[in-house]
C-alpha cells in the first residue's frame, strides 16, 4: 500500500509499503507511470496514422481544425529536429495540452518547445 501525504496542497513525503517493509521518501513531486493504452476509438479513422498516433499542425490542430491532439498521441513536426514524431513524455503532454487550450482560445501560439531527455538522474544513468 502507497499512502501520499499532502499539506496545503503541497507533497511532503511518499510512505511505501512493499512487501511488509515501510519506506518514507521525502517528495516534492509525485508522478505515477501505471502503464497505458491510447484510445482513440472515438476519432475518425481518417484522422489516424498507420500506428494509431494523431497528426497534428504546430498548433496542436488535426485535420479537422476543430479537434485538437497532444501527448502520446500526437505525430506533431518539430522544427528543431527538422522531423515529425512523437515524443511520450509527461512534460511534452504538459506544454501540448497547455498550447492547445491557448490555440482553441484563438490566441494562435505555435508550437516552439525545444525536445529533451533525462539521460542521468540522481548519479545513475
Not at 496514422?49 to 518539430?78: C, H, L, S
Amino acid at each position: 500500500m502507497t499512502r501520499v501525504v499532502c499539506s496545503s496542497q503541497e507533497l511532503e513525503y511518499v510512505e511505501i509499503d512493499q512487501k511488509g517493509r515501510n519506506t518514507t521518501l521525502k517528495a516534492d513531486m509525485l508522478f505515477v507511470a501505471a502503464g497505458s493504452i491510447n484510445n482513440i476509438d472515438l476519432l475518425p479513422k481518417h484522422l489516424r496514422t498507420q500506428d494509431d498516433k494523431i497528426e497534428v499542425n504546430q498548433f496542436m490542430q488535426t485535420a479537422n481544425p476543430d479537434i485538437y491532439a497532444g501527448g502520446d498521441i500526437a505525430r506533431f513536426y518539430n522544427p528543431y529536429i527538422d522531423y515529425c514524431s512523437s515524443m511520450r513524455r509527461w512534460s511534452m503532454a504538459r506544454d501540448m495540452g497547455r498550447l492547445a487550450a491557448l490555440n482553441m482560445l484563438g490566441l494562435g501560439h505555435g508550437y516552439g518547445f525545444v525536445p529533451f531527455y533525462w539521460t542521468d538522474m540522481f548519479g545513475s544513468a
